[in-house]
C-alpha cells in the first residue's frame, strides 16, 4: 500500500527549490495501557481539574494558560497570543550548509521522516539524493512547522532522501556529567573482552530479528484473562551467582556465548505476522451482555 503524505514542503539550497512530501519514517506500536476503572462498578473514571484555592471543579471554558516566571507566580496568555509566539510557518527546508555523512554524533538524532519529489520535482529531488551521495555529505537545514523551527539532517538512503529531526545543543546533557571513575584495564582483561566481542559479532544489523517480548508476554497475558483464565505469576528468579571476579566472568562469558546465526536466518526471523495488540484481543473477547430493564 501506498504511503499517505502527512505535509507537504520546499527543499531550498542556493536558488534551487525542489517541492517534496513528507512521509511518517516510522510507526510506533500501540501502547498497552491501562485505565482506571470504579473498584465498585468497573466504570472508567473521568479525570477532573481542581482549583485548591477555592476547592472547586474547574470546567475548560474557565482555563487559561501561563507561565510560571517566579515560584507561584505567572504571567498569563490569551489563545491569539499564544499563536502569536509560534513560529510562522514557510513550509520551507532551508539547507544551511552540507557536511560529511559520519560527523553528526547519533545523539542527536530524534524522528525521522521520509521525503518524496512532489509534482514538478522528481528531477531535482533525484539529483540532490546523488549529489549528496557522491560527495559523502548530508545536509544541515532550518525546518519550520507545528508552530517550531526544527534542525533536521536530509541524507541520501538508496537513492531517496530521509529528514532527520535533529536535537539543539542545548537539548543534550554532557556525557563529563556522568561520574565515570578512572580505571586501568590490564592488557588481559582487554583481550579476553574483544574476543567476546568478536564471537558473538556480526556483519550486519537486522532489526527484523529483534521485538518487545515484553510486550508480548503481556499481550498473551491479557488475552489469557479476557479468555477467563488466571494470569500465573512465574517465580522470581534465584540468583546465578555473582562473579567477583572479571577475568573469571570474561572465561565464563566466552564459554557459554551462543554461536552466531547466519545472517539469512536472522533476516528470516522478522518474516512472522504480528498481530495488532487490540485487533488480538477483539478476537477474544466475550460479546457484551445486553443490559436488562
Known amino acids: 500500500m501506498a504511503a499517505r503524505a502527512i505535509g507537504s514542503a520546499n527543499v531550498s539550497f542556493g536558488l534551487v527549490s525542489i517541492p517534496v512530501k513528507v512521509y511518517a519514517a516510522t510507526e510506533a506500536s500501540v501502547a498497552i495501557s491501562f485505565n482506571l476503572l470504579h473498584k465498585k462498578c468497573n466504570t472508567r473514571l473521568r479525570q477532573q481539574y481542581v482549583c485548591p484555592q477555592d476547592n472547586e471543579i474547574v470546567s475548560r471554558d474557565d482555563m487559561v494558560k501561563g507561565y510560571e516566571f517566579a515560584k507561584g507566580q505567572y504571567v498569563t496568555f490569551t489563545p491569539q497570543e499564544l499563536k502569536a509566539l509560534e513560529a510562522e510557518r514557510s513550509d520551507a527546508i532551508e539547507i544551511t550548509e552540507f557536511v560529511p555523512a559520519d560527523r553528526v554524533d547519533p545523539i542527536y538524532f530524534d524522528r525521522a521522516y521520509y521525503l518524496g519529489p512532489d509534482k514538478g520535482g522528481d528531477k531535482a529531488y533525484r539529483l540532490l539524493a546523488r549529489a549528496m551521495q557522491e560527495t559523502g555529505r548530508s545536509a544541515l537545514a532550518k525546518y519550520a512547522a507545528r508552530g517550531r523551527q526544527y534542525l533536521v539532517l536530509l541524507r541520501p538512503v538508496d537513492g531517496a532522501v530521509v529528514m532527520q529531526q535533529l536535537h539543539y545543543a542545548d537539548e543534550i546533557r554532557a556525557i563529563g556529567d556522568v561520574p565515570i571513575a578512572e580505571i586501568t584495564v590490564k592488557d588481559n582483561e582487554l583481550r579476553l573482552a574483544t574476543q567476546l566481542v568478536d564471537q558473538i559479532a556480526a556483519e550486519e544489523f ?87 430493564g
Open 206 to 292: 537486522h532489526p527484523e530479528a529483534y521485538e518487545d517480548e515484553v510486550r508480548k508476554r503481556v499481550e498473551e497475558q491479557i488475552r489469557a484473562k479476557v479468555e477467563g483464565q488466571e494470569i500465573s505469576v512465574a517465580p522470581a528468579e534465584t540468583g546465578k551467582g555473582q562473579i567477583i571476579d572479571l577475568m573469571e566472568a570474561l572465561k565464563k562469558s566466552l564459554e557459554t556465548a551462543p554461536a552466531r546465526k547466519p545472517a539469512a536466518s536472522a533476516a528470516g526471523a522478522g518474516t512472522r505476522e504480528r498481530r495488532p495488540a487490540k485487533a488480538a484481543l477483539r478476537a477474544v473477547r466475550p460479546a457484551r451482555k445486553k443490559s436488562q
